[in-house]
């Protein structure tokens, strides 16, 4: 029996399967990365500080999660200023390290932004919008967004495409919210103008969710094409330069065929094209319960990754993602690290190191939906 043949349910809000657990059935599509690549490596900065729980934000507690004091409790009614400011070291120190390791390597990133930490600290966002790096959304608060009703969760969306839009100038053409609602993906692809989104963790490759039509079901996904392996030049190739191209309307395609606000899909759903993102290979690890101790353990994990993918990569290149935060590797010990293995990438060859958008573009041309 093939793939594309096992009968799967279907979630009733958006038509979609409710779980793949076969995806490409170990016969995953040759992504063909720019100049041979045997692995595409892709850095996410998570700019959240200043968007975090807090009672000036006019929520209920502060916040208890992703800081340097893990299980401290949430306190009710009133601010945590040790909390405040260590999310405040991120925003006021620990972003301006880490970009400055990349602007030294001439490297790429993505930024996961939140819309009101950007408005609370704009210069976070001309600097990145300076430097060419992709700003991506991600949701207008850095909350969990379970509790968060649908109607304010869809007008979080919006606000964050216009706030990233108005400060870097371009608007932003993927998504990642984190602590997702059962409603999350379904509006964002109602939302339109993205390229893709991130919140998925189950796979190396980026892959293809089915649009649906009025009343319709999406159509099984085909077998995924055999693997042709390409020729393996030597060099890095960093992501190249995006420019600032013309904003792009709420709802409407930024280009690609197959995109979200296609027409043609008025009275349904697009197909939507889905970049896995980590954590596994992420800093937040530094903060959790049997993390990781100091930055020699994050450089070996994330060495030890790439040289599995890069192993891997001679017959079927994947994709890396690293997920990194201001308030967590912004520290010098950390950031140490992170340059360890920002240098070790650049001794290697047959890497892209690039931005998502880039891979969705690439991703889109060479195996449209």
């Known amino acids: 029996m093939s793939a ?17 657990l076969v995806g490409y059935a170990g016969r995953p599509p040759h992504p063909r990365w720019p100049g041979g690549a045997r692995v595409a490596v892709q850095f996410v900065l998570n700019v959240e500080e200043g968007a975090e729980a807090c009672i000036l934000n006019g929520d209920a507690r502060s916040e208890s999660y992703l ?33 400055d390791l990349f602007a030294a390597r001439g490297l790429p990133l993505t930024a996961f932004a939140t819309g009101q930490a950007l408005e609370l600290n704009p210069g976070i966002a001309r600097a990145l919008a300076v430097a060419g790096h992709e700003v991506a959304g991600h ?24 706030v990233i839009t108005h400060l870097c100038g ?10 997702v609602s059962a409603n999350t993906r379904r509006l964002v692809r109602e ?14 490759l980026p892959y293809w969710l089915p649009g649906t039509t009025a009343g319709k079901p999406p159509a099984a996904p085909s077998d995924a094409p055999s693997a042709t392996p390409s020729a393996t030049p030597s060099g890095i190739s960093p992501g190249t330069s995006l420019g600032i191209p013309p904003g792009i309307s709420r709802g409407t395609s930024p280009g690609i065929p197959g ?10 759903m697009p197909p939507h094209l889905i970049i896995p993102y980590t954590l596994v290979n992420n800093d937040a690890r530094y903060l959790m319960p049997h993390g990781f101790a100091n930055g020699a353990d994050f450089f070996r994990l994330l060495k030890d990754a790439f040289d599995q993918l890069w192993a891997e990569g001679g017959s079927t290149p994947k994709l890396m993602s690293i997920g990194i935060h201001p308030r967590i590797s912004g ?28 891979i969705a573009r690439h991703w889109a041309a060479l195996h449209p939906a």
């Open 259 to 268: 995109m979200l606000g296609m027409p043609g899909f008025s009275s349904g």
């Open 4 to 20: 594309s043949s096992v009968s799967r349910p279907l979630n009733w809000v958006d038509r979609t399967p409710a779980r793949d």
């Open 139 to 162: 949701g207008y608060r850095w909350l969990d967004y379970r509790g968060v009703p649908e109607a304010e969760e869809r007008q979080h969306i919006h606000q964050t495409v216009a």
């Open 170 to 179: 371009r608007r932003p053409v993927g998504w990642y919210t984190g602590r």
């Open 67 to 99: 800081h340097e004091l893990p299980g401290r409790p949430a306190r009710e009614g009133e601010r945590d200023l040790s909390v405040e400011g260590m999310y405040e070291y991120g925003a006021r120190a620990g972003v301006w390290r880490l970009l």
């Open 191 to 204: 939302e339109g103008g993205f390229l893709y989104s991130s919140d998925a963790y189950n796979d190396d």
């Open 331 to 358: 520290h010098p010990a950390r950031a140490r690290a992170l340059a360890s293995f920002l240098d070790f990438l650049l001794g290697q060859d047959a890497v892209w190191i690039c931005r998502r958008e880039e």
